[in-house]
């Protein structure tokens, strides 16, 4: 029964391993949905399955959809639940925004961010929450500057965006659609304010958009609003908290090694994207459709049929990624696919990776011995969220 047990951030479940040996990797598994869908685990099927436009987001958005358990609320509206010119066009619209020159200028304020985070963290230690200290601060912070959210707005934003990444089986999805409600809301009320006095952020440079005389609508600015929070906020957060969590109590010998030599993070962050599992499902948690009847894996897949792709499966694929099942910080050849591939490769890679990048060298530098200030097992973790999310990791340093 898909989704399977004994996934956490530490990899994705044993059952993939097996599904990967198998003469025909896509096979048909029930889900907790209630329907039969194909599941997608070899890294060059998954490839092909992201690129094939006929293995539709679209189709498989909206409330007469096929549900498989363990997926996200989303709207037609969302660029993430786009297909063909329609994800083309607002895709082209909001590209410029995402350049890696153009982000890559945000590094000095995401330093400064950082800084000041772990400026605090010294002076509350030895024994802080980094996830309320560092993991959600800093992306909430970078987020809430991107849109302009007033500063004493963040909090309540991280509550809506929270409710928002629940997952929409049971009653997550009355939670997933509140927090969407209300995260609606508050973005139609921002949108209006930069309308009338716009300022230097990434909402206001949205709202004056164009290409060839198109413009982004006002649907469409909500909705990349709140699509922007969940990707660029929610991940960023997790992925954070879950590999400082890996290295500093799984594999402590990596951490040592990048407390020693620095200069090897930008390397170790594509690792750490790689090897510790975001997702809860081992999925984006965005089942897809068959438009068509088509064949993938040696799967004959009809039209209507449910499409499900593991990307954490993918990425632990030893006839890509050689020790798969092992961290390695100095892993050269790494073509992850943590981000995606295809036309909903990930708008935000860039400032992903900065986040990450910045704030792994700050905590090397300045807490070299950083360790576990409660046993690994005993940590605390949001359940019904599409991503493994800890509640809190609790951590000290010194003597």
């Given at each position: 029964?898909?989704?399977?047990?004994?996934?956490?951030?530490?990899?994705?479940?044993?059952?993939?391993?097996?599904?990967?040996?198998c003469?025909q990797?896509?096979?048909?598994?029930?889900?907790a949905?209630?329907?039969?869908?194909w599941?997608?685990?070899?890294?060059?099927?998954v490839?092909?399955a992201?690129?094939?436009?006929?293995?539709?987001?679209?189709?498989?958005?909206?409330?007469?959809?096929?549900?498989v358990?363990?997926?996200?609320?989303?709207?037609?509206?969302?660029?993430?639940?786009?297909?063909?010119?329609?994800?083309?066009?607002?895709?082209?619209?909001?590209?410029?925004?995402?350049?890696?020159?153009?982000?890559?200028?945000?590094?000095?304020?995401?330093?400064?961010?950082?800084?000041?985070?772990?400026?605090?963290?010294?002076?509350?230690?030895?024994?802080?929450?980094l996830?309320?200290?560092l993991?959600?601060?800093?992306?909430?912070?970078?987020?809430?500057?991107?849109?302009?959210?007033?500063?004493?707005?963040?909090?309540?934003?991280?509550?809506?965006?929270?409710?928002?990444?629940?997952?929409?089986?049971?009653?997550?999805?009355?939670?997933?659609?509140?927090?969407?409600?209300k995260?609606?809301?508050?973005?139609?009320g921002?949108?209006?304010?930069?309308?009338?006095?716009?300022?230097?952020?990434?909402?206001?440079?949205?709202?004056?958009a164009?290409?060839?005389?198109?413009?982004?609508?006002?649907?469409?600015?909500?909705?990349?609003g709140?699509?922007?929070?969940?990707?660029?906020?929610?991940?960023?957060?997790?992925?954070?908290?879950?590999?400082?969590?890996?290295?500093?109590?799984?594999?402590?010998?990596?951490?040592?090694?990048?407390?020693?030599?620095?200069?090897?993070?930008?390397?170790?962050?594509?690792?750490?994207?790689?090897?510790?599992?975001?997702?809860?499902?081992?999925?984006?948690?965005?089942?897809?459709?068959a438009?068509?009847?088509?064949?993938l894996?040696?799967?004959?897949?009809?039209?209507?049929?449910?499409?499900?792709?593991?990307?954490?499966?993918?990425?632990?694929d030893?006839?890509?990624?050689?020790?798969?099942?092992?961290?390695?910080?100095?892993?050269?050849?790494?073509p992850?696919?943590?981000?995606?591939?295809?036309?909903?490769?990930?708008?935000?890679?860039?400032?992903?990776?900065?986040?990450?990048?910045?704030?792994?060298?700050?905590l090397?530098?300045?807490?070299?011995?950083?360790?576990?200030?409660?046993?690994?097992?005993?940590?605390?973790?949001?359940?019904?969220?599409?991503?493994?999310?800890?509640?809190?990791?609790?951590?000290?340093?010194?003597?």
């Amino acid at each position: 029964m898909f989704p399977f047990e004994g996934s956490s951030y530490r990899g994705p479940a044993p059952r993939y391993e097996e599904l990967r040996q198998c003469p025909q990797s896509v096979v048909k598994v029930p889900t907790a949905g209630g329907v039969d869908a194909w599941l997608v685990t070899r890294y060059e099927d998954v490839r092909e399955a992201f690129a094939d436009p006929r293995i539709s987001r679209a189709a498989a958005c909206g409330p007469h959809a096929p549900r498989v358990g363990g997926s996200m609320h989303t709207t037609p509206e969302m660029i993430i639940s786009m297909d063909g010119a329609e994800h083309a066009r607002l895709r082209k619209l909001v590209a410029g925004s995402f350049t890696v020159r153009r982000v890559e200028q945000m590094r000095p304020r995401v330093q400064q961010i950082v800084d000041e985070l772990l400026d605090e963290m010294a002076e509350k230690g030895p024994t802080v929450d980094l996830v309320q200290q560092l993991c959600l601060p800093l992306p909430l912070t970078v987020i809430g500057e991107l849109l302009g959210v007033p500063r004493q707005d963040l909090q309540t934003f991280e509550r809506w965006a929270r409710a928002f990444a629940t997952v929409d089986d049971r009653a997550g999805g009355e939670a997933s659609l509140e927090g969407l409600a209300k995260l609606s809301e508050y973005i139609v009320g921002l949108i209006a304010e930069k309308r009338a006095n716009p300022t230097e952020d990434m909402l206001s440079e949205l709202i004056s958009a164009r290409d060839e005389g198109d413009r982004l609508s006002e649907q469409e600015l909500v909705t990349f609003g709140f699509t922007l929070i969940g990707a660029g906020f929610d991940t960023t957060a997790n992925q954070l908290g879950n590999s400082v969590l890996a290295l500093i109590s799984d594999h402590r010998d990596q951490w040592d090694l990048l407390v020693e030599q620095p200069d090897r993070i930008p390397v170790a962050v594509e690792e750490l994207l790689r090897h510790v599992n975001l997702f809860a499902t081992d999925t984006t948690g965005f089942p897809r459709l068959a438009t068509e009847d088509l064949e993938l894996g040696g799967a004959e897949i009809k039209a209507g049929d449910a499409v499900v792709i593991a990307l954490a499966s993918a990425n632990r694929d030893g006839a890509v990624f050689p020790d798969p099942d092992r961290l390695d910080v100095t892993r050269a050849h790494n073509p992850h696919i943590s981000f995606g591939h295809g036309i909903h490769y990930c708008l935000g890679k860039t400032l992903g990776r900065i986040e990450m990048q910045v704030a792994l060298a700050g905590l090397v530098r300045r807490f070299p011995d950083l360790r576990l200030a409660a046993a690994a097992e005993d940590l605390p973790w949001h359940t019904g969220e599409i991503n493994h999310t800890l509640t809190s990791l609790p951590v000290t340093w010194g003597a």
